[in-house]
T-cell receptor, first 114, second 113 residues
Framework: AQKVTQAQTEISVVEKEDVTLDCVYE???????LFWYKQPPSGELVFLIR??????QNEISGRYSWNFQKSTSSFNFTITASQVVDSAVYFC???????????FGQGTTLQVKP | DVKVTQSSRYLVKRTGEKVFLECVQD?????MFWYRQDPGLGLRLIYF???????EKGDIPEGYSVSREKKERFSLILESASTNQTSMYLC????????????FGPGTRLTVL
C-alpha cells in the first residue's frame, strides 16, 4: 500500500527563520513521483515541485529547497528566511508510475509571524 | 496555463438534497479527479475518470457518483446529501500521468445542514 506521512500538523515560526517540513512515504513501486503543493488561505492548491524516484538530486528554487533521500523514504521541504506570505498548508504527495492518482499526506499548516 | 474551474466556491445544501458539483478543464486532459479535503486527513480521492464515460472508484466513493459525458467536464453527484459530506471538494486534471503534473481547481466548500 502507498502512504504519505507528514508528522508535523502545525508549525509556527517568526519571519526570517528557516523551517523544514517533513515528509515520509511508503511505496512498493520502483518508479514513482513525489510532489509538494501549497494551499494558501484562498484554498487553491499550487504546485511547487515534482521529483522522480530515479533522480535523487536535491533542488533549490529561490528560498525553497527539497531534500530527497530514497534510503530513508523522505522528501523534506525547507524554506529559508521565511516570510509571512509563506503561511499556508503544505501537502506532500506520492504518485505511482502509470497512474494519475495522488496519495496525499495529512498536510502541515505553517504560520509565519511578522 | 492549465485552467481547472469549479462551478461554485461556496455551497450550502440541506440534508437529503441532490447536489451537483461541476468541474471543467480547458487543456484537453484525459484524466480528471475528485478529491475531498478534511482537516487532519489531507486530500482523499473519491472518484476519477480516465476517459469520457469511464470512471473508477477512489478510496472513499460511498455516497457519491460521477458523470463524464464530455472530455472537459467531470461532475460529482451527491445523491442524497448528508451532514458528514460537509467538506472542501477539489477537482483536478492531468494529461499523461507519467509525465504531467496534476492541476487543481479552486475548490468548492460544501456545507450540508
Amino acid at each position: 500500500a502507498q502512504k504519505v506521512t507528514q508528522a508535523q500538523t502545525e508549525i509556527s515560526v517568526v519571519e526570517k527563520e528557516d523551517v523544514t517540513l517533513d515528509c515520509v512515504y511508503e511505496t512498493r513501486d520502483t518508479t514513482y513521483y513525489l510532489f509538494w503543493y501549497k494551499q494558501p488561505p484562498s484554498g487553491e492548491l499550487v504546485f511547487l515541485i515534482r521529483r522522480n524516484s530515479f533522480d535523487e538530486q536535491n533542488e533549490i528554487s529561490g528560498r525553497y529547497s527539497w531534500n530527497f533521500q530514497k534510503s530513508t523514504s523522505s522528501f523534506n521541504f525547507t524554506i529559508t528566511a521565511s516570510q509571512v506570505v509563506d503561511s499556508a498548508v503544505y501537502f506532500c504527495a506520492l504518485r505511482g508510475r502509470n497512474t494519475g492518482k495522488l496519495i496525499f499526506g495529512q498536510g502541515t499548516t505553517l504560520q509565519v509571524k511578522p | 496555463d492549465v485552467k481547472v474551474t469549479q462551478s461554485s466556491r461556496y455551497l450550502v445544501k440541506r440534508t437529503g438534497e441532490k447536489v451537483f458539483l461541476e468541474c471543467v478543464q480547458d487543456m484537453d486532459h484525459e484524466n480528471m479527479f475528485w478529491y475531498r479535503q478534511d482537516p487532519g486527513l489531507g486530500l482523499r480521492l473519491i472518484y476519477f475518470s480516465y476517459d469520457v464515460k469511464m470512471k473508477e472508484k477512489g478510496d472513499i466513493p460511498e455516497g457519491y457518483s460521477v458523470s463524464r459525458e464530455k472530455k472537459e467536464r467531470f461532475s460529482l453527484i451527491l445523491e442524497s446529501a448528508s451532514t458528514n459530506q460537509t467538506s472542501m471538494y477539489l477537482c483536478a486534471s492531468i494529461g499523461a500521468p507519467s509525465t504531467d503534473t496534476q492541476y487543481f481547481g479552486p475548490g468548492t466548500r460544501l456545507t450540508v445542514l
